[in-house]
């Protein structure tokens, strides 16, 4: 069982960066991948950052177009996603997900159905 908690979400305005960070509660943390997903106003959810856990390696969504940056503390259970150069189409309820894996799983889980655990979501309002 993970129980996850996002923060660090706000009202900013365009051009601006931010950093998102998850914190999950139970046992195991590093035994399972973490997505971040948002949802826009009036859109589905959306895949946009996803770890692997065979390498590490970060798959992100064409929506960050460079600007994202996915990280992860297994010591601390946190995850973290940092969006530079904002935009008002990023605004957003980002949501962080977890999938327990086994070791050496090599495929990235963008899709939000792969995933139990959710954390409850951290508003980001970008102004232009």
């Known amino acids: 069982q993970v129980r996850l908690i996002e923060s660090g979400g706000e009202s900013v305005q365009a051009g601006h960066s931010l950093k998102l960070s998850c914190i999950a509660s139970?046992?195991?943390?590093?035994?399972?991948?973490m997505g971040w997903f948002r949802r826009a106003p009036g859109k589905e959810r959306e895949f946009v950052a996803v770890?692997?856990?065979?390498?590490?390696?970060?798959k992100y969504a064409d929506l960050c177009k460079g600007r994202c940056t996915f990280s992860r503390d297994n010591a601390k259970n946190m995850v973290y996603l940092q969006i530079d150069d904002l935009e008002p189409e990023d605004t957003a309820v980002y949501s962080c997900?977890?999938?327990?894996?086994?070791?050496?799983?090599?495929?990235?889980?963008?899709?939000?159905?792969?995933?139990?655990?959710w954390g409850q979501g951290s508003q980001v309002t970008v102004s232009s």
């Open positions: 770890d692997r856990r065979s390498d590490g390696n970060v």
């Open positions: 139970g046992r195991a943390f590093e035994t399972y991948v």
């Open positions: 997900a977890a999938k327990s894996v086994y070791e050496g799983n090599f495929f990235y889980h963008t899709e939000e159905e792969d995933y139990g655990y």
